[in-house]
């Protein structure tokens, strides 16, 4: 079994920072792309940031400059650290991982979320 988990979320007020972290555990695979994505209520699911296994990343236009994604192979841990805050960062922050199987199957697998809330 693969299994992401997440942690690092919280309350903080404007223009603090707080760092995510997503570790995958389970055996028998090799991390791909790994990437945050966060749904605010009323939105849908968005594409916040974007690293590839070779550390190439991709970012939303709406935190280029505040949201650093990260990784670690030799712990499976993607990070995202997110400085100056803004109340629309408002939402749960999933973790998510492309992973191919020693099989040679590609899967993808989500975290369960975390909230972030960004309130004055």
């Known amino acids: 079994q693969v299994q992401l988990v997440e942690s690092g979320g919280g309350l903080v007020q404007p223009g603090e920072s707080l760092r995510l972290a997503c570790v995958a555990s389970g055996s028998d695979f090799t991390l791909d792309t790994m990437g945050w994505y966060r749904q605010a209520p009323g939105k849908e699911r968005e594409m916040v940031a974007t690293?590839?296994?070779?550390?190439?990343?991709n970012y939303a236009d709406s935190v280029k400059g505040r949201f650093t994604i990260s990784r670690d192979n030799a712990k499976n841990t993607v990070y995202l650290q997110m400085n100056s805050l803004k109340f629309d960062d408002t939402a749960v922050y999933y973790c998510n991982a492309g992973l191919t199987l020693w099989s040679g199957l590609r899967r993808s697998y989500w975290g369960q979320g975390t909230q972030v809330t960004v309130s004055s």
């Open positions: 690293i590839t296994s070779g550390a190439g990343t």
